[in-house]
């Protein structure tokens, strides 16, 4: 479910009308932390710094830059895992564009998809409400001719 | 003073980074319940999302947790409404969902609500209070969230001016910034929160307390949707950091408090 992205003021847990609203922290030793680290030389400052401390009973997300050697990568999560991290996951870094070589040397940079799969169906499901099945039709092969799937 | 405790999206079927979450989150989801019965709570509600219907046999574990907690509730005579959410809807026709098991505990003190619905609450002899629910909206049972709150009010106008009023949801809400809800864990589609008819009506209606709930997003807060000092929209979060895009969430649940008498 998407929604609209209208930043909204958060409040306090305020009377509402001599109505109290309480808000009650679980326990932070019963709950899971998770932690992103984002570079080699990260892992390398937490473990030296604190001694892994930081990454004791989380779940780790260890981004990969695109020039990170695998073995690295492996004695990194090794490390954390030393440290007492509940588990490491190696993920690539999230790109928002990828830049491909051409033969000759130019680069070129890909087109961004334009529309997901999802936002077809969730269109189609809206347009099948009010319209009759040809213009639905029509509809549906006019938004997957823009579609990039 | 009547106390609710409020807890949502439970998604006891999440694995994060492939770590099953299932023991905690069923550990913190008895929490909520023990709490409940501690304080001798006049109510429980849970918001929605106990779990996907599609996520394989453990989905048997997750009702079962959300059939015992309802049984403790049950016992301890803590009414106990279950809210169904977008991850519990199984889109088959039927209109069932995850919660739909809890049916066979269907007494006093232990509702599923699967459509939408108002409840008068009656706590004593002297104290009432009015609930009205809008869940997910499965496809197969469509409804207008607007329309039906405009007909709530319309309905029982003189008894939700008498008594407080909860309106509690699992719908989108206009004006809160989509988490990891919406971008890691996306299911069904975009319904809304009938935020600008609840006010109209509570206005109208010279209703003098009254509460907005909603569960599907993640983080926990209170939300002026409407603008600096306008009705919130309480939020109680899930009970769990379930993805990276949570990792400065707190995990957390409500409390509300209701002072006896007018």
Redesign the interface.
């Known amino acids: 479910m998407a929604s609209k992205r209208t930043k909204a003021a958060t409040g306090d847990r305020s009377p509402v009308e001599n109505i109290v609203i309480r808000s009650t922290r679980l326990d932070e030793a019963e709950v899971t932390g998770l932690l992103t680290i984002r570079s080699l030389a990260e892992v390398d400052d937490l473990v030296a710094e604190t001694n892994g401390a930081t990454a004791h009973g989380k779940i780790v997300r260890l981004i990969q830059a695109h020039d990170d050697p695998r073995e690295k990568l492996d004695d990194a999560a090794e490390a954390l895992r030393g440290a007492g991290a509940l588990a490491v996951r190696v993920v690539p870094t999230p790109r928002s564009k990828v830049v491909v070589d051409k033969p000759g040397g130019e680069e070129r940079t890909p087109a961004p998809r334009q529309t997901s799969a999802r936002e077809i169906v969730r269109t189609i499901i809206e347009e099948a409400k009010t319209q009759d099945r040809a213009a639905l039709v029509a509809h549906a092969e006019e938004i997957m001719g823009r579609a990039s799937l | 003073m009547k106390r609710i405790v409020v807890t949502s999206d439970w998604h006891l079927d999440a694995v ?4 099953r ?1 299932f023991e ?1 989150i069923a ?2 989801a008895n ?1 909520t319940a023990t ?1 409940a019965i501690e304080s001798r709570a006049d109510a429980y509600f849970f918001l929605g999302d106990l779990c996907d219907p599609d996520a394989g046999s453990c989905v048997f574990r997750c009702v079962e947790v959300a059939l015992k907690i309802a049984e403790r509730l049950a016992k301890a005579k803590i009414p106990s409404y279950w809210l169904a959410g ?1 991850h519990d809807v199984i889109e088959d026709g039927s209109g069932d969902t995850t919660l739909s098991p809890i049916r066979s505990l269907s007494s006093d003190y232990v509702t599923v609500v699967e459509q939408p619905s108002t409840f008068g609450m009656v706590f004593g002899v002297d104290f009432g209070m009015n609930l009205v629910v809008l869940p997910y909206v499965a ?1 197969s049972r469509r409804y207008d969230p607007a329309a039906f709150v405009r007909d709530s009010f319309e309905k029982r106008r003189d008894d939700f001016a008498r008594h ?1 009023i909860v309106v509690a949801g699992h719908l ?7 988490g990891s ?2 971008e890691d864990m ?6 809304w929160f009938p935020y600008e008819e609840v006010c109209r009506q509570i206005d109208d209606s010279g209703v ?4 907005l709930l909603n569960g ?1 997003y993640h983080k ?6 409407g ?2 000092g306008s ?2 929209v ?1 939020v ?1 979060g899930s ?3 379930l ?2 895009g ?2 400065d969430y ?10 006896d008498g007018k």
């Not at chain 2, 996306?186 to 319904?191: I, L, T, Y």
């Not at chain 2, 926990?220 to 949707?225: C, D, I």
């Open positions: 994060t980074a492939g770590v979450r905690e550990s913190a929490t709490k977008n496809t407080p989108n809400v206009e004006g809160i910034v989509p809800e919406t996306p299911r069904g589609r975009d319904v003098k307390r009254a509460v599907h926990a807060g209170a939300y002026a949707v603008g600096k009705r919130a309480h109680p009970l769990a950091r993805t990276f949570e990792e707190t995990p957390s649940f409500l409390t509300l408090e209701i002072p």
